[in-house]
């Protein structure tokens, strides 16, 4: 499970600083993510987890909001569920040490960084995952794309599947 989930960071990763937006109306955006996001593992050199441990903490905005709260617990919770690795969950600030980070929603890294999903591009509820040199940022046009970006980086990393509250994959 671990060498599956570097791989599929990994896969992330490979494309250097990829972008990629998904539009929540675009029928073939799981085809076209796979087409542009997945690529070789092989020039990868991420680990995302590893041994039940890893070295990202999950970032929220100062001002996060219900959904993007949501988004990061359940990101911990299903992280920490398939491979055991506890993630930290922490308040964006301007002293924020130098690390690994997992940006859920509008963070001032975000903007920094450039993932500013616009409604043309995404419509209300798609998103951007970008992944920046050790950096993932995961963020909606709305905070329901954000919270859709977060199960959407659960099933790379994991083939997650949601059928019901009592049956998950």
């Given at each position: 499970l ?6 599929s960071?990994g896969l992330?990763?490979g ?5 990629k937006t ?6 073939g955006?799981?085809?076209t993510?796979q087409?542009?996001?997945l690529?070789p593992?092989?020039?990868?050199q ?5 041994e039940?441990a ?5 970032v ?14 359940e990101l911990q ?5 398939a491979?055991?690795a ?14 690994k980070?997992?940006?859920?929603g509008?963070t001032a890294?975000?903007?920094t ?11 209300y509820?798609g ?7 050790d950096d993932?940022?995961?963020r909606g046009?709305?905070?329901i794309?954000?919270?859709?970006s977060v199960y959407?980086f659960?099933?790379y990393?994991?083939?997650y599947d ?6 998950i994959?």
């Amino acid at each position: 499970l671990i060498l599956v989930t570097v791989m599929s960071l990994g896969l992330l990763a490979g494309c250097g600083n990829a972008a990629k937006t998904v539009n929540s109306s675009h029928a073939g955006h799981i085809e076209t993510l796979q087409k542009n996001v997945l690529t070789p593992v092989a020039d990868s050199q991420v680990v995302f987890l590893s041994e039940g441990a890893s070295e990202y903490q999950i970032v929220l905005p100062e001002a996060a909001d219900e959904n993007e709260q949501f988004a990061a617990g359940e990101l911990q919770y299903f992280i920490e569920q398939a491979s055991g690795a506890k993630l930290e969950i922490v308040t964006e600030s301007p002293d924020l040490a130098a690390g690994k980070y997992i940006f859920v929603g509008a963070t001032a890294a975000a903007e920094t960084a450039g993932v500013t999903p616009s409604y043309e591009q995404t419509m209300y509820n798609g998103f951007e995952m970008v992944f920046q040199d050790d950096d993932l940022y995961l963020r909606g046009y709305s905070s329901i794309g954000t919270r859709n970006s977060v199960y959407e980086f659960l099933d790379y990393l994991f083939d997650y599947d949601y059928y019901a509250p009592d049956e998950i994959y």
